[in-house]
């Protein structure tokens, strides 16, 4: 698996990003490369299900994902269970009346799907895809 993580301090409480984190619903809004997010179902336990439409390197690709942990305005951690393997974790703190949020990411590449060559070029894109998306939720966050 290949891993990668990204901090980002936002000017908003931890209680306002947790709460637009928390729902898949908003990831598209914030994520570029993420196409739509459906079948979602909340859980009693304040958990998800839900299916996603990823794009990568021009290929779209379809999963389902699960929350596997979740504590209130600190720590979210999703499973994809179908689709791209991959696991995120969400880790929220405040810090000065805003919130520093780091998001850890493991997953494997679809090499049979896009090739072995271009694997890194897949890990690079990925990585500021992670920025990409952090900055995103900042500016949402800020406005």
């Known amino acids: 698996m290949i ?4 901090t980002v301090t ?4 931890v209680e306002k990003v947790f709460a637009f984190m ?6 598209p809004e914030i994520w570029p490369s993420m196409i739509d ?3 979602i179902k909340e859980l009693p336990d304040k ?3 839900y299916d996603w439409t ?3 390197v021009g290929v779209k690709f379809k999963g389902a994902a699960e929350t596997l942990e979740y504590l209130p305005n600190k720590r979210i951690v999703v499973k994809t269970t179908k689709g791209i393997e991959s696991e995120f974790k969400w880790d929220y703190r ?7 949020l780091t998001v850890e990411v493991e997953y494997n590449v679809p090499i049979p799907l896009v090739g072995k060559l271009a694997e890194s070029l897949i890990v690079r894109q990925n990585e ?6 952090l900055d995103n939720l900042k500016m949402r966050m800020e406005a």
Not at 128 to 133: G, K, P, V
């Open 47 to 49: 958990k998800y299900t």
């Open 94 to 100: 405040p810090e000065g009346g805003g919130t520093k």
């Open 37 to 39: 997010v459906t079948n």
């Open 22 to 27: 928390e729902n898949p619903a908003n990831l």
């Open 54 to 56: 990823y794009k990568m």
């Open 3 to 6: 891993g990668a993580s990204k």
């Open 128 to 133: 500021r895809e992670a920025e990409i998306l």
């Open 10 to 13: 936002i000017n908003a409480p």
